[in-house]
Every structure is written in C-alpha cells, then in structure tokens.
T-cell receptor, first 107, second 118 residues
Framework: TQLLEQSPQFLSIQEGENLTVYCNSS?????LQWYRQEPGEGPVLLVT?????EVKKLKRLTFQFGDARKDSSLHITAAQPGDTGLYLC???????FGKGTSLLVTP | DSGVTQTPKHLITATGQRVTLRCSPR?????VYWYQQSLDQGLQFLIQ???????AKGNILERFSAQQFPDLHSELNLSSLELGDSALYFC?????????????????FGEGSWLTVV
C-alpha cells in the first residue's frame, strides 16, 4: 500500500486567512484526488490531478501536483467558515487515502 | 445528495454478533466500493465490485465479506464483531470499473453507516 501523509493534521484559522495543506508520499502516483468531508456526510470529490506540475483552480482553492507526482498541495485563499471540513487526498483511484487535514475556519 | 443510499444509518450491536450493511449505488453506476473510517486509521478502502464481480481488494478482514447483486446493490457483511470494528462504513459508486487514472470516473460516497460494537 502506498502511504499518503497529510499535514498539518489539524488547522484552526480565522475567516479571511490563507492556508496550505500538504499531501506527501515516497511513491509515484498516476493520479491524485482531493476530497472534502463535512460532518455527518461522505467525502466529496474536489479535483483530480494527473500530470506532474499540474495546477488546477476551483474558485478560492488551488491544487498543485508535484513535478515527480509524489506530492500535492491545496491552497485556500481568504478562507470562509464554509470551508470547514476534513480535507483528504487519495491516490490511485481513491483506493488509498491519507488521514486528512481537519480545517476549522471561525468567523 | 450523492444518490448513493446506505442503510442503516446507525447500528449498535454486541461483540460476537453479525451485521449486514446495505448500499444502493447511483442509478447507472456499475462499480461499488466499501470503506471503513475510524479516527485512528482514517479512511480505509475495503473492497470494490464491478457489475457483480470483485474488482479490487484492500484492507478487508477475513471476518468481513461483501457481494454485489444483479440489481447492482451491494451488501457488506461483518461477522464475529469486535470492539475495534466500531467505525463509520461508507459505500461509494462510480460509473466505471477502472481503478487507475480516474479523471472522468468520479466516485460518489453515501452518507455512511455508523456501527457501534459494545
């Protein structure tokens, strides 16, 4: 099993701040996905990245896949309370998940 | 609403017992996935079925088994339950069976079944 490590484990910030969370592995992935999970719900796919160095934007969220396809980052600009949730990265078709970053954005 | 339906939503049972969790995939989806989520282990992939056949296997214990029926619904059977089996169990579905590059093959998760073993 390819290990995905996410950092930080927990993050508590105020509305309007910027943040970056990371997903790292020693293995190469053919694709990597980011999900957001809200309390009481299942994870929801945010983005899939496939190409090394790829950058994808989803409103205030920017996702980057590392050149070597071993790591990825998620940057949120001007965080809002609605961004609160557990952010999970997953490799190889959602068969391998990191433990996630739990984000709390307070007003 | 993802379109994936899981029942029951909550279940409390005793150690040693057996339970069955049920999943109805989104209309038209052929693949069903099962996951276990706990605080210490995170979200762990258990098993995937595609059109009735087992497609991929993850960290599924021998005490657990699953199947996908001709109408594409799936059941996860958990037997000889232990306290450590207490977790949130998710079902997910996708249109295709591919487990590699999945751009265009989005996986949709249900709301989960909370299992508490006492």
């Amino acid at each position: 099993t390819q290990l995905l490590e996410q950092s930080p484990q927990f993050l508590s910030i105020q509305e309007g701040e910027n943040l970056t969370v990371y997903c790292n592995s020693s293995s190469v992935f053919s694709s990597l996905q980011w999900y957001r999970q809200e309390p009481g719900e299942g994870p929801v796919l945010l983005v899939t990245v496939v190409t090394g160095g790829e950058v994808k934007k989803l409103k205030r969220l920017t996702f980057q896949f590392g050149d070597a396809r071993k790591d990825s980052s998620l940057h949120i600009t001007a965080a809002q309370p609605g961004d609160t949730g557990l952010y999970l990265c997953a490799g190889e078709g959602a068969l391998n998940f990191g433990k996630g970053t739990s984000l709390l954005v307070t007003p | 609403d993802s379109g994936v339906t899981q029942t029951p939503k909550h279940l409390i049972t005793a150690t040693g017992q057996r339970v069955t969790l049920r999943c109805s995939p989104r209309s038209g989806d052929l693949s069903v996935y099962w996951y276990q989520q706990s605080l210490d282990q995170g979200l762990q992939f258990l098993i995937q079925y595609y059109n009735g056949e087992e497609r991929a296997k993850g960290n599924i214990l021998e005490r657990f088994s699953a199947q996908q029926f001709p109408d594409l619904h799936s059941e996860l059977n958990l037997s000889s339950l232990e306290l450590g089996d207490s977790a949130l169990y998710f079902c997910a579905s996708s249109p295709r069976g591919s487990t590699g590059v999945v751009r265009g093959n989005t996986i949709y998760f249900g709301e989960g079944s909370w299992l508490t073993v006492v």
